[in-house]
């Protein structure tokens, strides 16, 4: 696996988002359109290569070495309603391993006005880029999920061009999403050159049992150069291979990435709180973690 740590400091990313996740396109392991499309990973020697624990005094936040505040209320691409803000009361550390993402209503405390008017709620968004960037590998969080219609958590991976290239041509990489209005599901998508937004090629993994804002649970990708397998708590649940994207040979998942954790208040997607959504909403992460891919010896 390829990856690096950068040091130098860059432009935030202004307004693109997680889009709306639509399709399930991926082959799933019962039903695999190519002979080995949901595959188990063959057995691999794992090395851990980056994590953060959160660890550390109540009300820290999070490190400034790996982490970077995206600041701002413009609806993020997808008509969210909250503005982020690097305020410690939106993301901060509980003193406990964890790292707490909160969703409060009401407007930041200067009145910054958002693209809709008077800012309804406030959040977090972090983002690893110019600090730490990944190509391949075992990538997760473990995390417990906010509650309640509007909620949309999500940990995610832009590719590092999007500079260069924009989106979505740079590759989106959603390692987990949730939506309040969908208590026991979670979704895992991709986004790329002629499927992003509602288009996205993507499926989605089901709680039988008890709900993810009750406990945690680790979501994961393990990342190769031709395909990419999706995990709850190992459960392997899709896999992605060139051949299944309307456009096999503009396979954009081939560079570095940088990681994201942001709690968004309704979109396009979710759609906004109810009156029966209960706020502040947290989403409590307890690790992110980055393996190589080493392959194990026979």
């Not at 690097?86 to 969703?103: C, F, K, M, Y």
């Not at 972090?126 to 940990?155: N, Q, S």
């Amino acid at each position: 696996m390829r990856w690096r740590v950068l040091l130098a400091l860059g432009a935030v990313l202004a307004v693109v988002g997680c889009s709306p996740s639509t399709s399930t396109e991926v082959d799933t392991p019962s039903s695999a359109s190519e002979p080995d499309a949901a595959a188990e990973a063959p057995t691999q020697r794992w090395e851990l290569v980056f994590e953060d624990d959160f660890e550390g005094p109540a009300g820290q936040p999070p490190d400034p070495r790996w982490w970077t505040h995206e600041v701002g209320g413009d609806g993020w691409g997808n008509q969210e309603l909250q503005y982020y803000t690097d305020a410690p009361s939106a993301a901060s550390l509980d003193g406990e391993g964890h790292l707490v993402i909160t969703a409060a209503e009401g407007p930041p405390e200067d009145g910054t006005w958002c693209w809709y008017g008077e800012c309804r709620y406030t959040s977090a968004r972090i983002t690893t880029r110019d600090k730490v960037e990944v190509e391949y590998g075992r990538i997760e969080v473990r995390a417990k999920l906010p509650e309640g219609d509007g909620m949309w958590p999500a940990f995610w991976m832009l590719g590092a061009d999007i500079d260069l290239r924009g989106w979505p041509n740079a590759g989106e990489i959603d390692v987990m999403e949730h939506i309040g209005s969908e208590p026991r599901r979670v979704h895992g998508t991709v986004h790329g050159p002629t499927y992003a937004g509602g288009d996205g090629i993507g499926g989605s993994y089901l709680f039988e049992e008890g709900l993810p804002s009750e406990d945690f649970h680790t979501y994961a990708i393990e990342w190769e150069p031709d395909r990419i397998r999706w995990y709850v708590d190992d459960d392997h649940y899709g896999t992605l291979l060139p051949t299944l994207l309307p456009n096999p040979d503009r396979w954009v998942f081939d560079g570095p990435y940088f990681l994201i954790l942001n709690l968004a208040v309704g979109g396009q997607w979710p759609g906004p709180p109810s009156e029966e959504t209960a706020f502040p909403q947290t989403f409590t992460i307890d690790h992110v973690r980055v393996y190589s891919t080493e392959e194990a010896d026979d």
